[in-house]
């Protein structure tokens, strides 16, 4: 008899302790993502590349990175997050318990823009594509970043394994809802209209502006300048 309740109790027990795991569970994610369950379907995280690669497919490294993301026009602050640049996911670590934690795919399907510490992104459509931008600039102009990454095999003689390149970037100029391509001077110098262009060359001699080694401070301060001419 004591043998039978105490079975009971173990079973009582264990069904509660999965309730209570479930509902903890839930609560942490219903902290990030709210209420509704179309704003935490995203997947688990589960790209692994093969052993021996070198290099990640993250942006900056595979440590996640302070940020905040706006969902359905609703912010969410101080989470934990990681931009995969290979396969183009927003990732979410969300911590389990003290020892663990997991990556969440952000849906796409609701996501408007996230920033990665002081990097701003945002989902754009162009000729019917959809993709997440870096955007600089905060006037008419913009200048819009679309980061990627490739994978490869190694290029060492003989070598079986894989690597991933460095992170590498479209350049544009948004105008007038209008995306171009530049890739240097030349051709951004280009995008403007001929009565802008003597104030832009000299802007760029003056402050001895270098496009491939431009921060985004800088290109920012660019692209406001012409902004406001």
């Known amino acids: 008899m004591k043998s039978f309740a105490c079975s009971i109790f173990l079973f009582i027990f264990f069904c509660l302790s999965g309730n209570l795991f479930s509902q903890h569970t839930y609560s942490g994610l219903e902290k990030v993502y709210g209420s509704d369950p179309l704003l935490f379907n995203?997947?688990?995280?589960?790209?692994?590349?093969?052993?021996?690669?070198?290099?990640?497919?993250?942006?900056?490294?595979?440590?996640?990175?302070?940020?905040?993301?706006?969902?359905?026009?609703?912010?969410?602050?101080?989470?934990?997050?990681?931009?995969?640049?290979?396969?183009?996911?927003?990732?979410?670590?969300?911590?389990?318990?003290?020892?663990?934690?997991?990556?969440?795919q952000v849906s796409k399907a609701w996501l408007e823009s996230f920033y990665l510490e002081d990097r701003y992104f945002e989902k754009c459509s162009f000729e019917e594509e959809t993709r997440f931008y870096q955007v600089l600039g905060s006037d008419t102009l913009k200048v819009l970043y679309f980061w990627k990454k490739y994978f490869e095999l190694d290029k060492s003689f003989g070598s079986?394994?894989?690597?991933?390149?460095?992170?590498?970037?479209?350049?544009?100029v948004l105008k007038n809802e209008v995306l171009l391509s530049f890739k240097n001077k030349r051709s951004f110098i280009a995008i403007f209209e001929p009565e802008k262009k003597s104030a832009i060359k000299a802007y760029l001699h003056n402050s001895r502006f270098k496009f491939k080694r431009a921060d985004d401070v800088s290109m920012a301060g660019l692209i406001d300048y012409i902004s406001n001419l």
Do not use: C, W
């Open 160 to 172: 079986k394994n894989f690597s991933f390149s460095a992170a590498n970037k479209n350049m544009f």
């Open 42 to 104: 995203g997947k688990k995280y589960d790209f692994f590349p093969p052993l021996g690669t070198s290099g990640h497919q993250y942006l900056v490294s595979t440590e996640e990175i302070s940020g905040r993301v706006t969902i359905k026009g609703i912010t969410f602050e101080n989470i934990m997050l990681n931009y995969d640049i290979y396969n183009q996911e927003l990732l979410l670590s969300y911590t389990e318990s003290a020892e663990s934690s997991t990556l969440i």
